[in-house]
């Protein structure tokens, strides 16, 4: 603390309040302006706007004649009818390139994800015709490509498997599939539609870079049975199970020309990355590298027959475009409420993740889109994917890669997407009988690869240690566990965070900067200097009921070590208690009823408590409840150097 002088009783100027501490007054001084009284209703609405309707969705409505606002109604619905309309030649040529490219990777994929969510090979190329279609007709993104992902393959096949063996009762398992589709949609668009997009936030960049890791991992381990040719495999997931699993069948259970197609493809699959990664002209070598891979693989099996041998194959695949699949919906009996509770989790992660992909590439490309109406996309998307026997689809980071690095125009990319697979479909799946299930092994181990982002882990551990025991519970959560407890984990750590930020606000001691009339934190700033008598304590959030009574006592605390310290020092002793009062965006009757006590506690110590810019919401309260009364209007400054100024005139004489 400075050594600098500091006023007594008798040095200041007689002008006082109600017999407290006297403060000197100022003729240049600006008061805390008390903003005018709110309407109760237009106080309401106007914060109902603001936490639902932030981005003022109908402000192209306004005055706009009848037949316009009909149109402007219909392109808000179906963006198709807006950028449609200047839609040319130029745009479709890099949409067809960006529309085969992303076709060749989306194919063996498809295939791939499907067995992942224990379901037939078709339903993966299903999963790629349909939704791509109905999301090209309603969502905003120009570069997201839509299909079945890895992830939420995963677990939706975890999540279903729990509830009925694919294995015993397929029927009954495709029907539970479907149903969690459907109520995926209707969650993802009931998000949308009622603007509450906000709750996907609550699951932090660091529990989500976690979660995606360890299921990344989890996928990769699940795919050593096609990789090694292992027929007996567990069916739990997490790490230790899988690994004995696949040791326990080393003697008699891997097959070495199975390894040795899926090790040749997979370096042929981690070669073409490297690859296109090192020039962003052949970006299109990786992107078809996976169906080269199928084509070689398949042509190779066909004509050695090495199924015959021991390597296990996709065998049979249906012809034919996609089957209505309404009838299969569970809307009452016993799996109802299974496929409600399935189809909410798997529906969060794909909206997780499909707004994630969204945002970045309209980022990359200086252009924006309306999180809710894409929610409202993506759900209708699933919601009629889910009748014609589609699962859960979402956008794809590694394919909406490729469709943006392939020069991507509009969302016409997914339907030349779409069109490739209703060809293939009707006229090309028979040719995937003899195609290896070691090669859908090894591109899905190549696709989950860049999911495991080991800088974004280091850089959260450099950045902040409660993000990185999220990041590490989640990744943990779902290696050693299972996907669901992982998620779990994920989404308490973050609430926990957030609780934690809410209840157990920051709270700083200020100092003055040599020379300037700037207060800031001592820690922050080591040669600010402490005025001597005086007291000064920011507090960094709104004060709250779920916070008040810990903000009393923490500025308690920091009075008690602060009186030690002046009493060691043999300093003045403090008389004004400051509170920096610009980062309390809000108060409530808590946290009024904690500054009375601080006010009273205050009083009985003969310390004047001083309050400096309050915002208009927290003065506007404080006048209210007469708080600012009791306290005193002399009391309340527009800054922290006019309440200094104003309780230490020997001080403001000497700076």
């Known amino acids: 603390m400075s050594a600098r002088a500091h006023p007594t009783d ?16 100022s003729p240049h001084r600006h008061k805390v302006g008390v903003p005018p009284k709110q309407n109760m209703f237009h106080d309401f609405m106007y914060t109902f706007k603001e936490t639902f309707f932030h981005d003022d969705p109908l402000r192209h409505f306004k005055d706009q004649p009848k037949s316009k606002k009909f149109m402007l109604g219909v392109q808000s619905v179906f963006p198709v009818f807006d950028w449609g309309r200047n839609y040319n030649l130029k745009k479709f040529r890099g949409d067809l390139i960006a ?3 992303i076709a060749s990777l989306c ?15 078709k339903y993966g190329l299903y999963s790629s015709f349909v939704p791509p279609l109905v999301y090209a007709c309603m969502g905003s993104s120009r570069d997201i490509a839509i299909g079945p992902v890895a992830v939420v393959s995963l677990l939706l096949g975890t999540l279903l498997r729990a509830e009925i063996d694919p294995s015993t009762n397929p029927d009954e398992y495709l029907r539970l599939a479907f149903t969690a589709t459907f109520f995926a949609g209707v969650t993802e668009a009931a998000l949308g539609f009622f603007r509450l997009g906000f709750l996907i936030d609550f699951l932090s960049h660091a529990a989500v870079v976690g979660f995606m890791g360890g299921a990344a991992i989890t996928i990769a381990l699940q795919q050593l049975k096609g990789f090694l040719g292992i027929k007996k495999f567990t069916k739990k997931t997490d790490i230790i199970a ?19 197609i899926g090790a040749s493809f997979l370096t042929f699959l981690l070669t073409s990355k490297f690859i296109g990664k090192k020039s962003k002209k052949l970006f299109w070598i990786p992107a078809v590298a996976p169906l080269i891979s199928v084509i070689i693989s398949t042509f190779f099996v066909y004509i050695t027959r090495a199924d015959k041998q021991g390597v296990q194959i996709v065998k049979h695949l249906d012809k034919g475009i996609n089957p209505s699949s309404f009838h299969q919906i569970y809307f009452s009996g016993h799996y109802l409420a299974k496929g409600i509770r399935i189809g909410v989790v798997a529906g969060m992660v794909a909206l997780t993740e499909a707004v994630a992909i969204g945002r970045t590439f309209a980022a990359m490309k200086d252009y924006q889109i309306d999180g809710n109406k894409e929610m409202v996309a993506l759900g209708v ?11 859960v689809a979402t956008g794809s980071f590694s394919r909406s890669a490729v469709n943006f690095m392939a020069g991507c125009q509009t969302a016409v990319s997914n339907i030349i997407m779409s069109i490739v697979v209703l060809l293939t479909l009707l006229f090309l799946t028979p040719l995937f009988k003899y195609t290896p299930n070691a090669i859908l092994a090894a591109i899905i181990i190549n696709a989950v690869i860049p999911l495991i982002d080991i800088q974004a882990a280091i850089l959260i551990f450099k950045i902040d240690k409660l993000d990185f025991v999220a990041c590490m519970g989640a990744f943990f959560g779902v290696i050693f566990v299972s996907v669901e407890i992982g998620l779990l984990i994920a989404v308490s750590i973050s609430f ?25 934190n001592i820690q922050q700033y080591p040669e600010a200097t402490m005025v001597p008598g005086v007291l000064t304590i920011r507090v960094d959030s709104a004060i709250y009921f779920s916070n008040s009574n810990y903000v009393r006592e923490r500025i308690l605390r920091w009075l008690l070590e602060e009186e030690e310290k002046v009493k060691a020092a043999s300093l003045p002793r403090i008389q004004f208690l400051i509170i920096e009062m610009s980062p309390v965006t809000d108060i409530d009757t808590s946290g ?12 009985k110590r003969d310390i004047q408590l001083v309050l400096a810019n309050p915002g208009p919401l927290v003065i506007g309260k404080l006048h209210l409840s007469h708080f600012a009364e009791m306290l005193g209007h002399d009391y309340i400054f527009l800054t922290v150097a006019d309440a200094v100024e104003s309780c230490c005139p020997k001080l403001s004489d000497e700076v």
């Open 10 to 25: 008798g040095d200041a100027n007689p002008a006082t309040d109600g017999g407290d501490l006297p403060i000197k007054p």
């Open 99 to 101: 529309g085969l490219t």
């Open 107 to 121: 194919i063996p994929q498809d295939i791939g994800y499907a067995k992942l969510a224990n379901l037939d090979p």
């Open 242 to 260: 899988v690994l004995d699993s696949v040791f326990s069948a080393a003697h008699h259970g891997w097959n070495w020309q199975t390894i040795l």
């Open 381 to 391: 998307m699933n919601v009629v994917g889910s009748m014609s026997s589609c699962y």
């Open 496 to 520: 926990a965070k957030i609780l934690l930020q809410v209840t157990r606000p920051r709270t700083a001691v200020l100092g003055n900067i040599p020379r300037t009339s700037v207060y800031r």
């Open 592 to 603: 009024i009823h904690a500054l009375e006590d601080l006010y009273k506690s205050l009083q």
